[in-house]
């Protein structure tokens, strides 16, 4: 099928949200300092450990967003050709999320260990590298801990993607579709009751069937959007007044999760929650006509979510390099710490993600579209 003929289908509001979501997993990160007197300062507390202390909600609405995305085009897939292609959906997956995640393996395994002999440091990796290169480095974590290569740390989230991307075609494509709300239903059910059986930390946070719910909700709002007119009439027309409360409520879980979800049970039904508020703020942002806001319309975090996948894969090479100019200009202010830091750090994080995706990454995103029966519109 040639490029002109293929169907065309692009979320605009979308850009901006992962742009937004990458935010806000980088201001859970960027704040570091060896010192404990600045650890023990109102102002670092403030910053660190209350207003962005729930940065990694970004990587739920990354997973939401992933299943909202991925089941949105298979199913508008099988519509176009009558099946879901599974091959060409793997080849795709892969020309995508592979070429910058194993660069980011080639640094944390072998670059990083030899500059860190270049500066005095000892490497004391734990990090299994079989784990990573077979996208299990989540259940590395949940063994062994947190990687000594920081860049290896966020990997786990793409780890999970990439188990979804494995399963969820298949899914779809095996099981007949009457049953897919059934489907979808159950891995929702199935997760939180599997979470209810393991609340400890990091397990809770990253294995797979604790967190599974989040892709499953966000096929859940795709399918509805798909296949329910009702459903359909419902997001397009919701008051100005409910979109108000959606986002009061989607900011206190932001600023006061731990708070809230507090004890076995809050915990166990927490990404219920958390998944099913950024599912609305997915479907209102796309389908609602009555929004307050559309994040197209922020420009500049919309062109950056282009680039959200090398922001949150190269993140933390940026912050390493901050943390180094520091340490060697002797910048200790909580003026550096807390804004002028992360300041260089974010400038060098877009600068790198840019980089990798205009002189790495683009050359297989090209290859891509070759194998892809729905391309992204304008």
Not at 42 to 63: Q, W
Not at 128 to 154: C, E, H, K, M, Q
Not at 276 to 283: C, E, Q
């Amino acid at each position: 099928m040639t490029q002109e003929r293929k169907a065309k289908l692009f979320f605009p509001n979308l850009d901006g949200w992962r742009f937004a979501s990458f935010l806000a997993v980088f201001l859970v990160h960027c704040f570091h300092t060896d010192y404990e007197y600045q650890r023990q300062s109102f102002t670092y507390d403030l910053f660190r450990n209350h207003l962005f202390k729930n940065g990694d909600l970004g990587v739920y609405f990354f997973f939401v967003l992933s299943g909202f995305l991925i089941t949105y085009l298979l199913l508008s897939e099988q519509r176009l050709k009558g099946k879901i292609h599974i091959g060409a959906f793997y080849i795709r997956r892969a020309l995508r999320i592979w070429p910058l995640y194993f660069f980011c393996l080639f640094f944390g395994f072998v670059i990083f260990p030899w500059l860190k002999k270049m500066f005095g440091e000892v490497p004391t990796e734990t990090a299994n590298p079989l784990f990573y290169i077979t996208f299990l480095s989540n259940f590395d974590i949940i063994r062994n801990g947190p990687p000594d290569a920081s860049v290896l740390s966020v990997l786990w989230s793409v780890a999970v993607e990439e188990q979804f991307y494995l399963a969820w075609p298949l899914l779809l494509f095996f099981i007949p579709k009457k049953y897919y709300p059934l489907v979808f239903l159950s891995i929702i059910g199935g997760s939180v009751l599997y979470r209810s059986f393991h609340l400890t930390y990091p397990t809770v946070e990253l294995d797979t069937f604790c967190v599974i719910s989040d892709m499953a909700i966000g096929g859940l709002a795709a399918w509805l959007m798909l296949n329910s007119p009702v459903f359909v009439r419902w997001i397009k027309n919701l008051r100005r007044e409910v979109l108000y409360l959606l986002y009061l409520a989607s900011v206190i879980v932001f600023l006061f999760r731990h708070e809230i979800f507090t004890g076995d049970f809050m915990v166990t039904i927490e990404r219920l929650i958390v998944a099913g508020l950024f599912g609305l703020i997915i479907l209102e942002q796309n389908f609602c006509d009555h929004s307050f806001f559309k994040m197209k319309n922020f420009k500049l975090a919309t062109r950056l979510g282009k680039y959200a996948y090398g922001l949150y894969c190269l993140h933390f090479i940026a912050i390493l390099i901050q943390i180094k100019i520091g340490l060697y200009f002797g910048f200790t202010s909580q003026g550096w710490i807390l804004f002028f830091g992360p300041l260089l750090a974010f400038a060098l994080s877009v600068a790198i993600a840019l980089a990798s995706y205009h002189l790495y990454e683009e050359r297989f995103l090209k290859l891509k579209d070759k194998f892809a029966f729905i391309t992204r519109g304008s």
